[in-house]
């Protein structure tokens, strides 16, 4: 008897200890990097090739290249990923709708991360630019970015890097791709 007492103890200890926990909502925002990955794939099938250029502190340099390493071509927009654990509730979000076009719009509300704002413009569900100002300071360096990527015609990149005891440093990459 008592060896039945402490089995249904035990079950009952079991199944109350089973009981729903509270579900944790995680709000979930726009992945840069699935997009980009998806966007490298595109890249290789078609084998883009760039017009790349280059302007640092008012030198400019043209090159027309093959990329042989997407992921690298293109980490600033990598770094740029607001859909990350760390910036969990970090950002609002604003949508406009119209009948063809979509406007998502991120801005940070938390000091500390480093995408201020993303805005996403989609035409008949697909995206065709993103737009992202990047802010990355502490107290040796800082770096402000501009990054607009516009799906099959190209990328641009400017900004102003500024470290101790240095002058700043402007910089702009401008890139349209070639099919």
Same mark, same amino acid.
């Given at each position: 008897m008592n060896r039945n007492i402490n089995t249904f103890i035990s079950l009952l200890l079991l199944f109350s200890s089973c009981t729903d926990a509270p579900v944790v909502k995680h709000e979930t925002y726009f992945s840069i990097s699935t997009f980009m990955?998806?966007?490298i794939k595109q890249?290789?099938?078609t084998k883009t090739r760039l017009i790349k250029v280059v302007t640092r502190d008012h030198k400019s340099e043209t090159k027309e290249i093959t990329v042989s390493n997407w992921e690298h071509?293109?980490? =600033?927009? !990598?770094?740029s990923d607001i859909d990350k654990p760390a910036w969990h509730l970090a950002y609002d979000c604003d949508t406009v709708k119209t009948d063809s076009l979509l406007q998502i719009v991120y801005v940070a509300n938390d000091p500390?991360?480093?995408v201020r704002r993303m805005q996403?413009?989609?035409f008949q569900d697909q995206i065709q630019r993103i737009d992202i100002q990047?802010?990355?300071?502490? =107290?040796? !360096?800082?770096?402000k970015r501009k990054l607009i990527y516009q799906r099959d015609i190209g990328y641009q990149i400017s900004g102003e890097q500024n470290m101790v005891l240095s002058d700043p440093s402007l910089f702009e990459i401008n890139v349209k791709f070639i099919h």
């Open positions: 990955n998806h966007e890249h290789q099938t071509e293109l980490k =600033p927009f !990598f770094e500390k991360a480093p996403i413009d989609y990047f802010e990355k300071n502490n =107290p040796w !360096f800082s770096l």
